[in-house]
């Protein structure tokens, strides 16, 4: 019986746990950046922005669908938060993108999962894998001078699979 129950109540726990993990951290304004380091980890990336505001990055990359961008203000305190690898978010800064340089491409969408090198005209094509349920990454493409020309869904390699039929 203290097997069955303890059996219970460690599934009960790990139940919990994958919930909130889905959920994401628990952020909110007003955090400080130790409050934040103790609930994401030590931040993938630093940003200076306007104002005197440092935006933080945890980028779960290369294949991880989550970065959360947490901006902290003058006074040390968390004023905004967001995981910017989402449908909404992209296609807004989609719309947003051409002409961005590489500095605020990553304060925007933070570190790529992968970069590439455009063989015929210069420049590269960033990677992002993001929360969807299709088998798609974020791609953005750079011309040689480092300018974002373009920005949209492109096949993920990797979710590539040969469904060539087989016989046994």
Known sequence: MRFIRNLVALSTAGLLAACAWMQGPQLAPGQT??????????????????????????ATGPFGRQTWMVDIGPDGRSVWFAQVLERRYLFDFAQRAPGMDVAQ?????????????????GGQTWSWRYVTNDCLWWQVSLDRDGKVTGAGEGIDPLCDVDDTPRLF
């Open 105 to 121: 491409l990553l304060r925007e969408l933070g570190r790529p999962a992968e970069r590439r090198r455009n063989g015929w005209g």
């Open 33 to 58: 950046e130790s409050e934040l380091v103790g609930l994401l980890g030590s931040p993938t990336g630093r940003y200076a922005m306007p104002g005197g505001v440092q935006r933080l990055e945890w």
